[in-house]
T-cell receptor
Framework: DVKVTQSSRYLVKRTGEKVFLECVQD?????MFWYRQDPGLGLRLIYF???????EKGDIPEGYSVSREKKERFSLILESASTNQTSMYLC??????????FGPGTRLTVL | RKEVEQDPGPFNVPEGATVAFNCTYS??????FFWYRQDCRKEPKLLMS???SGNEDGRFTAQLNRASQYISLLIRDSKLSDSATYLC???????????FGQGTTLQVKP
């Protein structure tokens, strides 16, 4: 069974903290993605990666960075968390041109 | 204008009803099309791909109209368990990205 896992289901952080969200997939997919989902705004793409050590900005990259040192792992970093980054964060992976499999999501609250 | 547009609903229907959702997309170069289902507080999961010839999976039928740039999903004989948000998703070959609609919420009532 295909699987995308995320390091935490729920996370509470304080303003200014550095936050790491980890995502691991076991399907040997080339492509990995980070989205955030907010009520009324739908899914918005933050960053994506088509290969190890490769990254591309999505639609809302400001305030975020990513790291892909290994094919199966894609990390999202909030350098200095702010309250407007409170959201549901979803990681996904896919083969080239294929549909995406999503992880269970991390609900992040920044106080 | 959003690249993928859906009526957010909610659509409230009784059990056994037939309900249809439409979705329009703006990029004529879009190549692949999908419907995802998302339950409350869960991740989106692929419901079905959408093919030009139309395709059916049990009670679900998806259709694509490239000329008018819209996609539809028809659910027959609605069940309580069909209550969810349905996301229309378009893959653009020239950007290499999936574009998600905001989703249409369906509530099936007893």
């Amino acid at each position: 069974d295909v699987k995308v896992t995320q390091s935490s289901r729920y996370l509470v952080k304080r303003t200014g903290e550095k936050v790491f969200l980890e995502c691991v997939q076991d399907m040997d997919h080339e492509n990995m993605f980070w989205y955030r989902q907010d009520p009324g705004l739908g899914l918005r793409l933050i960053y994506f990666s088509y290969d190890v050590k490769m990254k591309e900005k999505g639609d809302i990259p400001e305030g975020y960075s990513v790291s892909r040192e290994k094919k199966e792992r894609f990390s999202l970093i909030l350098e200095s968390a702010s309250t407007n980054q409170t959201s549901m964060y979803l990681c996904a992976s896919s083969p080239p041109g294929g549909f995406q499999f999503f992880g269970p999501g991390t609900r992040l609250t920044v106080l | 204008r959003k690249e993928v547009e859906q009526d957010p609903g909610p659509f409230n229907v009784p059990e056994g009803a037939t309900v249809a959702f439409n979705c329009t997309y703006s990029n004529s170069a879009s190549q692949s099309f999908f419907w995802y289902r998302q339950d409350c507080r869960k991740e989106p999961k692929l419901l079905m791909s959408v093919y030009s010839s139309g395709n059916e999976d049990g009670r679900f039928t998806a259709q694509l109209n490239r000329a008018s740039q819209y996609i539809s999903l028809l659910i027959r004989d609605s069940k309580l368990s069909d209550s969810a948000t349905y996301l229309c998703v378009v893959f653009s070959g020239n950007t290499g990205k999936l574009i998600f609609g905001q989703g249409t919420t369906l509530q099936v009532k007893p």
